[in-house]
């Protein structure tokens, strides 16, 4: 890594209220002074790169024009928010971000003043801020709002249903669309910017809404044609006509890597009587930084990385990453059978689904950050007689979930869903955590739901997904790497809802659904050193049960411990709730569930986090010692 820069006019800042006292000619090398600091913060924790060197100029031109934190800054997704971070009092802490106990890698509350919303999903800010605003008019207070969005996040519906309420907030809610795909508006120059401060002056407002006075003095017809026509000549250069019919008053676009041209126009912003506004900033994703410029997918987030060549750290070689594997055993199933097509929410790259495009680039859609269309998308599809795959990470699944209980479980549509990430995510922290897909699928009927104990296993997951076609079904799994254990050559098609047995014992029954299994089995071997002899089995599958296996193991054994990476809800509560029924609980049986604990963990290093969760082999030995009233030699305790 590097050496820190000199950043002699950075050093005087700590607060925005530091910035308000530089001489706006002095912006410009704060923030270069700025985008170094990012990124050699960054080339030494890993994180999200590209995206925060975009929004340098746009961070010291907020912070500079508008009164933070009373003016509340709400940063969609919030993974660009690093320069915001150093400049609002946490740059002693910027290299410790994604380390446990540091900084988050996204704006959180309980982190700062400065940071009003938490967010690290997107398309969230716009619905957010419109709320402070609302709350702000509400209470007759000056606050603005104000709502930076982008990098994709446009694409999600929710972002144009809050927009489409924002009329009600007046002048205290600003929106910034930031630009950094060009996908809106063609690249601009000094003429795009001073029409940009032009259209948002008071010597252009002050007039227009006299001719609006003027207008509405007209007979209707005319009222309304000279409105349409304002309007629609003003669209033509500025792009801004959508933006108009959804209620807001647009402003670009302007370069938003000029900090000059980004201050004025932003003050005109932040003065003008009528709202809401909507300000078009373009931007270019990893400015300053020439790799991040030339590949910015590759620099969107990046591990530890040299800043003077460029080159991110590799790991040792180890066992294959379970996406990977996943897009492989995809692939191989659509090379296979052409009626499988592969459905992601603007994730190609964390999914493996841009492997399956390069091969399949007809059979593959990214629908954009619109997870609920994608959903429902997917169904569509299958109601034709397709076979879609639908990769989602589990956490964003979230986000669809009516889809998946009214498009996909009720009508039994035969959508395979893949969801990566299932389990806990290290740096990512409790945002993009996969807890609770378990107890949000294995309770709606039809469904069947898997969780792959290790990446064999995984492709034999998916080949029995493709074989499917009765109903609707998902396969999880984590992050990283898998165990390193020999492949299939050719996948098996799993009987639906059969576990296995991994090794035999008579008196501990472990049942382990996903890759708990790894440390269940280390335990059975801690607990035979002890006498104990114990069971493994993976389930496999959490819904539906392999009933005739978890019977036979309850009445067998003196205490089962069922073991997952998923919250309260899922496999143990199933299996206690079969115990009840079946009348096994009455009959004295020992039976303990582990699971993730009821919290958020915040972010750390996987293993940390499981640990401290309390899903690792000595837990389980522990749990298992307890239930069975022995100590930790296996000696029965004396009971008073």
């Known amino acids: 890594m590097s050496d820190r820069p000199e950043t002699p006019l950075l050093d005087t800042v700590q607060y925005p209220d530091d910035i308000r006292k530089l001489d706006r000619n002095q912006l410009p090398q704060l923030a270069e002074e700025l985008r170094q600091e990012v990124i050699s913060a960054v080339s030494v924790t890993g994180g999200h790169l590209g995206a925060g060197l975009g929004v340098v100029e746009l961070t010291v031109a907020i912070h500079y024009v508008f009164d933070t934190p009373n003016d509340k800054l709400i940063w969609d997704v919030g993974h660009q928010a690093y320069p915001h971070k150093i400049v609002t009092g946490r740059r002693d802490r910027i290299r410790t971000l994604r380390q446990g106990g540091g900084l988050s890698g996204f704006t959180k509350r309980s982190e700062s003043d400065y940071d009003p919303f938490g967010a690290a999903h997107s398309s969230t800010s716009i619905s957010a801020a419109l709320g402070f605003a609302i709350a702000n008019k509400l209470s007759d207070s000056p606050g603005k709002a104000i709502a930076v969005i982008g990098d994709g996040a446009m694409s999600a519906g929710m972002a144009y249903e809050a927009m489409n309420n924002a009329a009600a907030a007046g002048n205290r809610l600003v929106v910034i669309l930031n630009d950094n795909d060009m996908s809106i508006a063609p690249p601009v120059g000094s003429l795009r910017n001073s029409l940009a401060r032009l259209v948002s002056s008071g010597k252009y407002l002050a007039p227009r809404r006299l001719a609006q006075k003027l207008a509405r003095a007209m007979p209707e017809p005319l009222h ?158 299958a109601a034709q007689g397709y076979r879609p795959f639908c990769a989602i990470y589990s956490t964003f699944l979230q986000r669809a979930y009516d889809q998946v209980v009214h498009d996909v479980a009720i009508q039994n549509l035969p959508v395979r869903f893949a969801m990566d990430r299932a389990g806990l995510v290290g740096a990512d922290g409790a945002t993009h955590a996969g807890s609770f897909d378990l107890a949000y699928l294995c309770t709606l009927p039809n469904f069947v739901v898997m969780a792959a104990a290790d990446e064999a296993e995984l492709v034999h997951m998916v080949h029995t997904m493709a074989l499917h076609d009765s109903g609707p079904s998902a396969v999880r799994y984590p992050r990283g790497e898998g165990r390193g254990i020999p492949m299939p050559e050719i996948p098996e098609r799993l009987a639906i809802g059969k576990g296995r047995i991994v090794k035999q014992g008579n008196k501990v029954a472990i049942l382990s659904l996903g890759t708990r299994l790894a440390e269940a089995e280390k335990a059975a071997e801690q607990l035979e050193a002890k006498g104990l002899s114990t069971t493994v089995a993976d389930l496999r599958f959490a819904k539906p049960l392999d009933e005739e296996l978890i019977r036979k193991l309850l009445t067998t054994h003196e205490v089962a411990v069922t073991v997952e990476e998923a919250s309260i809800g899922g496999l143990g509560a199933h299996v206690l709730t079969l115990a009840s029924d079946e009348g096994l609980v009455d009959a004295g049986l020992k039976i303990r569930t582990m699971r993730l604990p009821d919290t958020f963990q915040d972010h750390d290093k996987p293993e940390k986090q499981y640990d401290e969760a309390g899903l690792n082999a000595p837990h389980i030995v522990e749990t298992v010692l307890k239930a069975l009233r022995v100590n930790s030699a296996g000696v029965e305790e004396v009971r008073a």
């Open 224 to 381: 309304v044609a000279a409105r349409r026509m304002e309007e629609y000549a003003r669209g033509l250069v500025t792009g801004g006509t959508l933006f108009d019919e959804l209620g807001f008053y647009y402003v670009g676009p302007v370069d938003g890597h000029d900090v000059r041209a980004l201050v004025e126009v932003l003050e005109n912003v932040r003065d003008a009587p009528e709202g809401p506004m909507l300000v078009h900033v373009v931007t270019k994703k990893g400015k300053g930084y020439g790799p991040a410029e030339s590949a910015a997918d590759k620099y969107h987030g990046v591990v530890k990385f040299d800043v003077v060549s460029g080159v991110q750290a590799k790991a040792a070689p180890g066992a294959p990453s379970y996406t990977g594997v996943f897009a492989k055993a995809l692939i191989g199933e659509a090379e296979r059978d052409d009626k499988i097509v592969a459905i992601t929410a603007a994730m190609p790259s964390g999914t493996g689904l841009d492997k399956f495009e390069e091969k399949f680039p007809d059979r593959t859609f990214d629908v954009g950050i619109a997870e609920q269309h994608a959903v429902t998308f997917a169904a569509g599809l």
